[in-house]
């Protein structure tokens, strides 16, 4: 199950972690180091799984992110049913973003995406008025454009709404598809095997991050690609 933000929680640690950073950050002389200010003040991670995925999808990169110094209490996913339209899924990530914010007193935050969670994604920042609130979008082998497997499973609506051509696609990528101050980049694979075609991944105006072979499911786990996802968060 994804963690449902407790905003109380979240106000009360938020100082202490701040203050404990604080404090191991002065030198000698009195200055505060900028690396553990910036360090203190991680922009929380909301993570947007994909078709038929769950808040496991992502145990892994919580692990790695925390790793790199991000706290529990900053990663966040979303869960949401993959039969559904996009567009409910989309209303329930509005509200969702609510609560992190709330709850953590963050005003931004990053999402992740992979697969299916890049059309979420997009239909909340660009349908749903959520770019002001997000700081940066990490979409890793999404369906930003669509996917022709998603002809397996027309029965769903998400799925007819990720067949290359679909109006929900047509309408979500009319205009800027990197728009606001967000800063957007993508990663995707020849080898990926589910999103087809692969490039469909890519997005006008990001970093587009052609990973030489990776299997679709794969993105969710390595090391190298994390890596990078961490790296982009950062700046």
Not at 45 to 68: D, E, I, L, P, R
Not at 161 to 183: A, C, I, Q, R, Y
Not at 204 to 216: F, I, L, P, Q, S
Request: hydrophobic residues 35%; glycine residues 10%; contains cysteine.
């Amino acid at each position: 199950m994804s963690r449902t933000p407790d905003a109380s929680a979240g106000r009360r640690l938020r100082p202490a972690l701040i203050a404990l950073a604080l404090a191991g950050a002065l030198t000698a002389g009195g200055v505060l180091a900028d690396s553990h200010a910036e360090a203190a003040e991680n922009t929380p991670v909301v993570f947007v799984h994909g078709y038929a995925g769950s808040a496991a999808n992502w145990s892994t990169a919580k692990s790695s992110f925390q790793s790199a110094g991000y706290s529990a209490d900053d990663l966040f996913t979303y869960t949401y049913t993959s039969a559904q339209s996009n567009k409910t899924s989309a209303e329930g990530l509005v509200d969702y973003v609510k609560q992190v914010r709330a709850a953590t007193g963050a005003g931004k935050v990053d999402i992740v995406n992979h697969s299916m969670g890049g059309m979420v994604t997009s239909w909340y920042l660009k349908k749903l008025g959520g770019q002001p609130y997000v700081k940066h979008v990490a979409s890793l082998a999404g369906a930003n454009h669509g996917s022709y497997n998603a002809s397996s499973c027309q029965t769903n609506a998400s799925c007819q709404e990720m067949l290359p051509g679909s109006s929900f696609l047509t309408t979500v990528n009319s205009g800027d598809e990197t728009p606001g101050d967000t800063k957007y980049a993508t990663w995707y694979s020849p080898c990926d095997g589910m999103i087809s075609p692969y490039t469909s991944t890519k997005l006008n105006g990001a970093t587009n991050h052609a990973v030489a072979c990776e299997r679709h499911m794969a993105f969710l786990t390595d090391s190298a690609t994390l890596g990078a996802v961490k790296k982009f968060l950062a700046t």
